[in-house]
């Protein structure tokens, strides 16, 4: 079975410091990982993914994140952070098993505050 | 490229009425799409999985009869909340993505639908 922790419902930063969201899965198959952001009443986009690639992965707005299977992490990062980025963020993680239908299973989320 | 859209974004109705939510794959054919539910300051609850041409796949505790899911069309699905409560008040969100055994599996999101029922 797969799941995921977000460890943090809230992490608040000033602008201009590095961003540290931290997100652990749970698998029993190499999965699939996802960030995607979250604005007040708004879908979701997606920041970046992990498949089976290059560990480091980078994305939009300047987040990247890394795969470490040792510590079955991927943490997003920033290094600089903008008024902008202000949101709600989820990890997610989706099994390299054709079968199982493409399903996510999110995190809980992290608000990320970003203060002037 | 892979935009969806959901309609409407927001909708107010009278308890004991039925809604349908639309979400459509504009740019792209998706052969499956998933509905969602998020309540305030929560995570996304997958609700069931809709693929084209066939029945939804619904997920544990989810009321097949309550949500119904149709997949008419390669970039349609929609789904209708029937004889709505005030306890169905919510944020719908659909996610569409591409056909095929791909692998590297990416959902795309609608911008969701507020639902409250009155």
């Known amino acids: 079975a797969q799941s995921v922790t977000q460890l943090g419902s809230h992490v608040s930063v000033s602008e201009g410091a590095l961003v540290l969201l931290r997100c652990n899965y749970s698998s029993s198959v190499p999965p699939y990982l996802f960030w995607y952001v979250q604005y007040p009443n708004q879908g979701l986009q997606l920041l970046l993914k992990?498949?089976?690639?290059?560990?480091l992965v980078k994305g939009i707005n300047g987040f990247e994140a890394e795969f470490k299977k040792s510590e079955t992490s991927f943490h997003l990062t920033k290094p600089s952070a903008h008024m902008s980025d202000a949101a709600e963020y989820f990890c997610?993680?989706?099994?390299?098993?054709?079968?199982?239908?493409?399903?996510?299973?999110f995190g809980q989320g992290t608000e990320l505050s970003v203060k002037p | 490229g892979a935009v969806v859209s959901q309609h409407p974004s927001w909708v107010i109705c009278k308890s004991g009425t039925s809604v349908k939510i639309e979400c459509r794959s504009l740019d792209f054919q998706a052969t499956t799409m998933f509905w969602y539910r998020q309540f305030p300051k929560q995570s996304l609850m997958l609700m069931a999985t809709s693929n084209e041409g066939s029945k939804a796949t619904y997920e544990q505790g989810v009321e097949k009869d309550k949500f119904l899911i149709n997949h008419a069309s390669l970039t349609l699905s929609t789904l209708t909340v029937t004889s709505a409560h005030p306890e169905d008040s919510s944020f719908y969100i659909c996610?569409?993505?591409?056909?095929?055994?791909?692998?590297?599996?990416?959902?795309?999101f609608g911008p969701g639908t507020r639902l409250t029922v009155l």
């Open positions: 997610a993680v989706s099994p390299m098993i054709y079968n199982q239908g493409g399903k996510l299973i």
């Open positions: 996610s569409a993505r591409f056909g095929g055994r791909a692998r590297a599996d990416t959902q795309y």
């Open positions: 992990y498949t089976s690639a290059a560990t």
